[in-house]
């Protein structure tokens, strides 16, 4: 037998608890069968409450005040027209057009893929998909290889025309927004070379990586250090044929 | 992209066993930090690794407790790598808060509130109790607290949240 307070407990514990002792302290006791019949009332209140209707709540976090903080200003400026640094990019880009990676110099380097940033806009949508296996694999083909692990997810993929070849143009999903990865296979370099674009709230790097290097570009805020480390731990470069 | 059979596979034991529960994992990870954009990346995040660590899952009965515990460390993740500000439900204007209300039940309304304004330790273990079913058990496992302190908390939240719907039950306080 068990007394009122137990009997209470357990169903606070509870409400669908049920078993004998339960059912005989009910039987005996009107007061706590009626506590009873009040806790198991709310407790449909509370299911109600807690099990809302998550599309909806979706829908209304969307365009509502809990949405995240904005994202920094890379992704929300108008794409038009280029800055003066951008113009004396493209003027030095001319110079390095049928030269490949290992002729360049770093400030060449740096040009070539600050000038590339806005030519593929789809790099720079935040988004959840991620690339199909298939297609970076292809992307890829003949570069390098990549065990994407322990990366963050690669959102986008392409392969485009910098340094007088093609090179795989990756997206990752950084900590602050999307981050552009240029993978520049056989451009050994002995200490980073930092990307700047300051107007568009970008900034980065190209870093040492082996047999190659890699330039990577996001928001001034990302935390580059821990995408640096992983993406030269993730990328494996494939031998020269 | 044609797929290997293993990868069908995985895919066809993915879609049984842990894509039904995508709704009741948004709404326990809302019910955590009460932010609904949060809870839509930390339920991304946590069936993305979920599906990617299928192959762990040996017990396929306790999908539930294994899923609540990848979303309970991506959620910890999140917080560690940004710091949102956190919103008084009583701040928010009633556009913000209008997933919040229901247009005939004053009382769900009234309940969504008092369960905001629970303290996160006995709002957690009612939702994995009354969201997902979990045991006793099951929510010590998953909260890594003894069933003792489950028991606890289960009270003193249903404690606090009878007394909503307008039920004097003059229960003793402990």
């Known amino acids: 037998m068990i007394d009122c307070e137990t009997f209470r407990r357990r169903l606070l514990e509870d409400p669908a608890a049920s078993d004998a002792a339960l059912t005989a302290h009910s039987e005996r006791c009107a007061t706590c069968a009626a506590f009873a019949a009040r806790v198991r009332s709310a407790e449909r209140t509370i299911e109600a409450a807690l099990k809302f209707d998550v599309a909806a ?24 027209g280029l800055a003066a640094a951008l113009v004396v990019a493209a003027v030095a880009l001319y110079a390095v057009l049928g030269r490949g990676p290992e002729d360049l110099t770093t400030t060449e380097l740096a040009a070539a893929v600050m000038n590339h940033w806005d030519h593929d806009a789809e790099g720079w949508l935040p ?12 992307v890829l083909a003949g570069d390098a290889r990549i065990d994407a692990e322990n990366l963050e997810p690669i959102t986008f993929a392409r392969s485009c025309y910098l340094f007088g070849r093609w090179v795989p143009h990756l997206s ?64 494996e470069w494939t031998p020269p044929r | 992209m044609v797929q290997s059979r293993a990868e069908q596979a995985h895919k066809l034991r993915f879609d049984e066993l842990v894509a039904p529960l995508r709704d009741d994992l948004y709404r326990y990870v809302y019910w955590l930090g009460h932010n609904a954009a949060v809870a839509d990346d930390v339920v991304q995040e946590t069936m993305l690794r979920a599906f990617r660590a299928l192959d ?20 910890a993740r999140w917080y560690e790598r940004k710091r949102p500000e956190m919103r008084d439900v009583d701040d928010l204007s009633p556009a913000e808060s209008k997933h919040l209300a229901t247009e005939h039940d004053t009382d769900v309304d009234d309940m969504r509130r008092a369960i905001t304004a629970l303290d996160p330790a006995y709002r957690e273990p009612l939702v994995l109790q009354v969201v997902f079913g979990l045991t006793t058990a099951e929510i010590a496992t998953t909260m890594q607290v003894n069933q003792g302190t489950v028991l606890t908390r289960l009270h003193r939240a249903r404690k606090k949240l009878v007394d909503i719907v307008g039920a004097d039950l003059r229960i003793e306080e402990d």
């Open chain 1, 57 to 80: 709540t979706r829908a209304a976090g969307a365009g509502s005040g809990d949405s995240p903080p904005p994202r920094t200003p890379a992704f929300r400026i108008a794409v038009g």
């Open chain 1, 127 to 138: 988004t959840r998909q991620e690339v199909a296996a298939e297609t970076l694999r292809e």
């Open chain 1, 172 to 235: 990752v999903r950084g900590r602050d927004g999307p981050v552009m990865v240029v993978l520049i296979p056989g451009r050994r370099l002995e200490e980073p070379v930092p990307l700047e674009l300051a107007e568009y709230g970008l900034a980065g790097r190209i870093v040492p990586a082996g047999d190659g290097s890699i330039a990577i570009l996001g928001s001034e805020t990302e935390a580059f250090d821990p995408l640096e480390r992983d993406l030269v731990a993730a990328v």
């Open chain 2, 56 to 75: 762990t899952l040996e017990d396929e009965g306790a999908v539930k407790a294994w899923l609540l515990t990848i979303a309970r460390r991506e959620h």
